[in-house]
C-alpha cells in the first residue's frame, strides 16, 4: 500500500501540470479568436476566482489589515501575471513562454541562497534565455513584444512569489481564493474594455468554465494533494518539468513546432530550476506556491 502511495504525489503533480497545459491550449484555441487575450485572461480568471471562492468560502477567517494588503499585493501580481502571458500566447509558441516565465520564480529562489553551486543554475538560466530571446540575432523568428510580454509575466511571478511567501501563515485556500478574487479585479475590467458584451456569449462562458475548472480548479487541488506529501524541494523539482510538458502539448494541440535550439534552452531552463531545487537550504520549510499560468 505503501510503495503505491508513494507515486501519488508524482502522478498529482503530472495531472496538475498536464490539466494547467491542457487549459491553457484549449483557452488560446477557442477563446483567443472570439474574445483576444485580453478577454480570455478576464474569462479564466474571473471563473477561476468564482470556483475558489464558493469552494474555500474564504469569508469564514478573519484577516488582519496587514494580511489584507499582502494578500491584495499577491493577487494583484497574479492577475498581472496571468494577463502579460495569455498576451504573449498571442505571438509566441507556449512552450517558450512558459519557460521565459520560470526566469521569474527560479531568479527569486537563486537570489536567495548564497551557495557557490547556484552560479551553475544561474548559467544554465541564462544561457537557455540567451537561446531563446531576439538579443541582436533570430529577429524574425519570435515576436519581440510576446517575448516581452514573457518577460514581464516573469517579473509579475517573482513579485507573485514573494507577497505569496508573506502570505504563507494563512490557509492555503483562504490566501489562495482572495488572491484570486483581486487577480479578477485586476484583469475582468480590461477583458470587458477589450471584448465587451462578447464575452456574455452562452458558448464562450461555457467554454471560459470549462478553462477555469481544467486549468486552476484541478491544478491547484492536485498540488494540495501533493504538497502533503512532498518538501518544497522536491515539488520544486517535479514541477520543473511544465516547461516540456506545456511545449508537448502545444506541439499535439496547437501544432506549435519548436526548433532543435528552442529545446535545447527549454531544457537549459528546466535544469537550472531543477538544480536550484536540489540545492535549496535544507533547513527551509517554506511552503510551495501553486504553479499559475
Same mark, same amino acid.
Given at each position: 500500500?505503501?510503495?503505491?502511495?508513494?507515486?501519488?504525489?508524482?502522478? /498529482?503533480?503530472?495531472?496538475?501540470?498536464?490539466?494547467? %497545459?491542457?487549459? &491553457?491550449?484549449?483557452?488560446?484555441?477557442?477563446?483567443?479568436?472570439?474574445?483576444?487575450?485580453?478577454?480570455?485572461?478576464?474569462?479564466?480568471? %474571473?471563473?477561476?476566482?468564482?470556483?475558489?471562492?464558493?469552494?474555500?468560502?474564504?469569508?469564514?477567517?478573519?484577516? /488582519?489589515?496587514?494580511?489584507?494588503?499582502?494578500?491584495?499585493?499577491? @493577487? $494583484?501580481?497574479?492577475?498581472?501575471?496571468?494577463?502579460?502571458?495569455?498576451?504573449?500566447?498571442? &505571438?509566441?509558441?507556449? @512552450?517558450?513562454?512558459?519557460?521565459?516565465?520560470?526566469?521569474?520564480?527560479?531568479?527569486?529562489?537563486?537570489?536567495?541562497?548564497?551557495?557557490?553551486?547556484?552560479?551553475?543554475?544561474?548559467?544554465?538560466?541564462?544561457?537557455?534565455?540567451?537561446?531563446?530571446?531576439?538579443? %541582436?540575432?533570430?529577429?524574425? &523568428?519570435?515576436?519581440?513584444?510576446?517575448?516581452?510580454?514573457?518577460?514581464? *509575466?516573469?517579473?509579475?511571478?517573482?513579485?507573485?512569489?514573494?507577497? @505569496?511567501?508573506?502570505?504563507?501563515?494563512?490557509?492555503?485556500?483562504?490566501?489562495?481564493?482572495?488572491?484570486?478574487?483581486?487577480?479578477?479585479?485586476?484583469?475582468?475590467?480590461?477583458?470587458? $474594455?477589450?471584448?465587451?458584451?462578447?464575452?456574455?456569449?452562452?458558448?464562450?462562458?461555457?467554454?471560459?468554465?470549462?478553462?477555469?475548472?481544467?486549468?486552476?480548479?484541478?491544478?491547484?487541488?492536485?498540488?494540495?494533494?501533493?504538497?502533503?506529501?512532498? /518538501?518544497?524541494?522536491?515539488? @520544486?523539482?517535479?514541477?520543473?518539468?511544465?516547461?516540456?510538458? *506545456?511545449?508537448?502539448? $502545444?506541439?499535439?494541440?496547437?501544432?506549435?513546432? #519548436?526548433?532543435?535550439?528552442?529545446?535545447?534552452?527549454?531544457?537549459?531552463?528546466?535544469?537550472?530550476?531543477?538544480?536550484?531545487?536540489? &540545492?535549496?537550504?535544507?533547513?527551509?520549510?517554506?511552503?510551495?506556491?501553486? #504553479?499559475? %499560468?
Amino acid at each position: 500500500m505503501s510503495r503505491h502511495a508513494s507515486f501519488i504525489p508524482i502522478l /498529482s503533480i503530472l495531472g496538475a501540470v498536464t490539466a494547467l %497545459g491542457i487549459g &491553457t491550449s484549449w483557452a488560446k484555441h477557442a477563446l483567443f479568436p472570439l474574445v483576444g487575450a485580453q478577454g480570455t485572461t478576464a474569462v479564466r480568471v %474571473g471563473f477561476s476566482a468564482l470556483l475558489l471562492l464558493l469552494f474555500w468560502r474564504p469569508w469564514r477567517w478573519t484577516l /488582519s489589515r496587514q494580511d489584507a494588503r499582502t494578500v491584495a499585493l499577491y @493577487g $494583484a501580481a497574479l492577475g498581472a501575471m496571468n494577463l502579460c502571458f495569455y498576451m504573449s500566447l498571442r &505571438t509566441i509558441p507556449f @512552450g517558450i513562454a512558459v519557460a521565459i516565465e520560470f526566469a521569474g520564480p527560479l531568479s527569486v529562489a537563486l537570489l536567495s541562497s548564497r551557495r557557490p553551486l547556484d552560479f551553475l543554475w544561474v548559467l544554465l538560466a541564462a544561457a537557455g534565455l540567451a537561446l531563446l530571446l531576439p538579443l %541582436g540575432h533570430d529577429m524574425s &523568428t519570435l515576436d519581440p513584444a510576446g517575448m516581452m510580454f514573457a518577460l514581464a *509575466a516573469a517579473v509579475f511571478w517573482a513579485t507573485y512569489v514573494l507577497f @505569496g511567501k508573506r502570505a504563507s501563515h494563512l490557509h492555503a485556500g483562504h490566501s489562495v481564493s482572495l488572491g484570486l478574487f483581486v487577480a479578477a479585479l485586476v484583469v475582468v475590467p480590461v477583458g470587458v $474594455a477589450h471584448a465587451g458584451s462578447a464575452l456574455l456569449s452562452p458558448q464562450l462562458l461555457i467554454t471560459g468554465l470549462g478553462v477555469a475548472l481544467i486549468s486552476s480548479a484541478i491544478p491547484i487541488s492536485l498540488e494540495m494533494v501533493a504538497l502533503k506529501r512532498l /518538501s518544497p524541494q522536491a515539488f @520544486g523539482i517535479m514541477a520543473s518539468m511544465e516547461p516540456a510538458v *506545456a511545449a508537448l502539448l $502545444a506541439l499535439a494541440l496547437l501544432n506549435e513546432y #519548436l526548433s532543435a535550439t528552442q529545446w535545447l534552452a527549454i531544457a537549459l531552463i528546466m535544469a537550472a530550476s531543477v538544480g536550484s531545487s536540489v &540545492t535549496a537550504q535544507r533547513g527551509k520549510r517554506e511552503p510551495a506556491l501553486p #504553479l499559475p %499560468g
